[in-house]
């Protein structure tokens, strides 16, 4: 019996707003995130979710809060669902990387590896993020779960589930912008592709 995770990216922040690299910093959603999470939340009302899974950085943990108070079900955090450590990176633009990190901005451009040498690696973050989405699943064997996240984890997970290499996940799933969801199924302990 298959578990439905509906793998959702959290509301804009100002950082995402001027584009700048995120990560791990604890960023608040701006007003355009909250007016995203709740248009997405009415989206979501009459589907059925077990429970809500979140990273615990605050742009996507006010995300869920608001998303479980409107379709009534509990929020849980899962350090799984952090976004990359993305290490010195954090907080710079792509213009300001590619200027300051001009050998790790050549490496990351394309998506086949991350460019930063003092943050988690691709290969590190889609164990992470696949480990923590095996689990989900097993704790609700044949609901459907709702996945607070970011671009990052919601990336490996596809990548996992359409058996594909990161660098190819962009061409197929297009951009996920704040508040898209990727709907994946886990049984018996692999990661599927639904529709």
């Known amino acids: 019996m298959a578990t439905t995770i509906v793998l959702v990216r959290h509301g804009e922040t100002d950082w995402n707003r001027g584009r700048r690299f995120q990560g791990h910093a604890d960023i608040p959603l ?5 007016a ?3 248009d997405l939340a009415e989206q979501l009302v009459g589907e059925a979710f077990s429970a809500a899974y979140t ?3 605050r742009r996507a ?3 869920a809060e608001l998303l ?3 379709l009534g079900i509990e929020v849980r955090p899962c350090d799984a669902l952090k976004e990359v450590d993305v290490g010195s990176w ?3 633009t792509v213009p300001e990387v590619e200027i300051r990190f001009p050998d790790g901005y050549a490496r990351w451009v394309d998506w086949r590896c991350a460019g930063w040498e003092d943050g988690e690696t691709y290969d590190e973050l889609a164990r992470r993020v696949v480990r923590g989405l095996l689990e989900i699943a097993k704790r609700h064997a044949g609901k459907q779960v709702l996945a607070v996240t970011h671009g990052g984890p919601i990336r490996s997970a596809a990548a996992a589930a359409l058996r594909l290499q990161l660098h190819e996940v962009p061409a197929r799933l297009g951009p996920v ?3 898209a969801t990727v709907r994946i199924a886990v049984r018996d302990g692999i990661l599927e592709a639904v529709d």
């Open 68 to 70: 479980a108070a409107r």
């Open 36 to 38: 995203q999470v709740r």
């Open 90 to 92: 954090s907080g710079l």
């Open 55 to 57: 990273s615990p950085l």
């Open 177 to 179: 912008d704040n508040c």
């Open 61 to 63: 943990s006010e995300s």
């Open 30 to 34: 701006n007003a355009a995130g909250l």
